[in-house]
């Protein structure tokens, strides 16, 4: 077994009263000798004995089932690097009922690997109601009769209930300093972002920023005076999108003006992680290189286990920058699809440069 609780202490008995024996913490493997009601003795690795609650541990199946993900994601790209807020588990998948086990430290830093959307509760089916019953019709009256009292209102049938809509919330699968990795809920690590262009989000939530270039300002007070530029990913501070980003901005440095300025934005659209930054020969020397997927037809499979969502057809779109501008390469130089997010009535944007004080 392995301990997933903060921190806990074995006892020498289970009773009201008890004496404590030895502390273990969180990650801590132990080894059951006995099983009680709700009890276990265990024995750690310093051959200390003692009672624990059983609630307190998981056993070895869990226990390889995080080993085998940190191994299946060992070689994953990463996507941003993050701190997180708060002291937090990780858990095996997404979902706040799966299983945990992992405690990291609030500020801890982490690699974040690929982003999904699951609903905050589990889904409940609704019960189908009863048919109604048809009204019974009463039969003509007979000749001479008295006529019938007139008829009440007709009986009202109840109707379905209307389905709740789902709540989405975002999880990242995120591996540690120690190559640890599980996925913990999105709104309990801040992405990484220098201040510098942070400022600029503009609302819009961040995804990553990419280092792209560097140049040399002697009036910076940046390392050797080299000045980053970046290329940055945005996206609504929604959860739930079928997307990771719906914009893209680059960010370069002007010497002159010492300050960020943006030198071109591509939104909106439906775009995925991860960005990739590399490199092609240019008339004077190697060039930056950023290509990133995009979706033309908005058709995603989405993985029922983990719930990540990926294009059923998608594209690779790439762009090159030469001092501070920023055109398309690459094979694929076809139109890139507008598409807004859910909900969105805001006019598309255009690509240019925008100057920022």
């Known amino acids: 077994m392995y301990l997933w609780a903060r921190q806990m202490y074995l006892h020498d008995r289970v009773a009201a009263v008890s004496n404590r024996v030895a502390e273990v913490v969180n990650g801590q493997q132990l080894e059951v000798l006995e099983h009680g009601r709700r009890f276990l003795k265990v024995k750690t690795q310093k051959n ?26 060992k ?14 588990y990780l858990h095996l998948k997404p979902g706040r009922e799966t299983d945990r086990f992992y405690l990291l430290p609030a500020n801890a830093k982490v690699q974040l690997l690929v982003r999904a959307s699951v609903p905050k509760t589990p889904l409940i089916t609704p019960q189908p109601r009863p048919a109604a019953k048809a009204p019974v019709k009463s039969p003509p009256p007979a000749s001479g009769s008295q006529r019938p ?16 809509a789902v709540v989405m919330e975002d999880w990242w699968l995120v591996r540690d300093g120690q190559g640890r990795a599980g996925w913990l809920l999105s709104g309990r690590v801040d992405v990484d972002v220098p201040d510098e262009i942070a400022q600029y989000a503009e609302g819009q939530r961040i995804v ?23 290329v940055t990913a945005l996206g609504p501070p929604k959860s739930g999108l079928p997307f990771d980003f719906d914009q893209i901005r680059v960010f370069t440095w002007s010497v002159k003006r010492h300050r ?8 909106p659209i439906q775009g995925y992680l991860p960005l990739r930054i590399t490199s092609q020969p240019g008339p004077g020397g190697t060039e930056p290189v950023f290509s990133f997927q995009i979706e033309d037809s908005q058709s995603l499979t989405v993985d029922p286990e983990t719930g990540i969502a990926r294009p059923l057809a998608p594209r ?22 507008i598409t807004r997010a859910p909900g969105e009535k805001s006019k598309p944007g255009q690509a240019g440069k925008k100057k920022h004080k």
């Open 260 to 267: 960020y300025e943006t030198a071109y934005r591509l939104h």
């Open 48 to 73: 200390e004995i003692g009672w624990i609650e059983e609630r307190a541990v998981i056993d070895g199946n869990i226990y390889d089932a995080f080993v085998q993900l940190a191994k299946q994601n």
């Open 75 to 88: 070689e994953d790209p990463v996507i941003a690097t993050g701190t997180i807020r708060d002291d937090v």
């Open 149 to 164: 009292a007139a008829p009440g209102p007709a009986e009202t049938v109840p109707s379905e209930p209307e389905t709740p």
């Open 208 to 230: 990553g920023a990419y280092v792209i270039a560097k140049v040399a300002d002697d009036e910076a007070a940046t390392p050797d005076h080299l000045v980053p530029e970046y």
């Open 316 to 337: 690779t779109v790439s762009f090159a920058m030469r001092d501070t501008q920023v055109r398309r390469t690459g094979s694929d130089l076809g139109p890139i699809p």
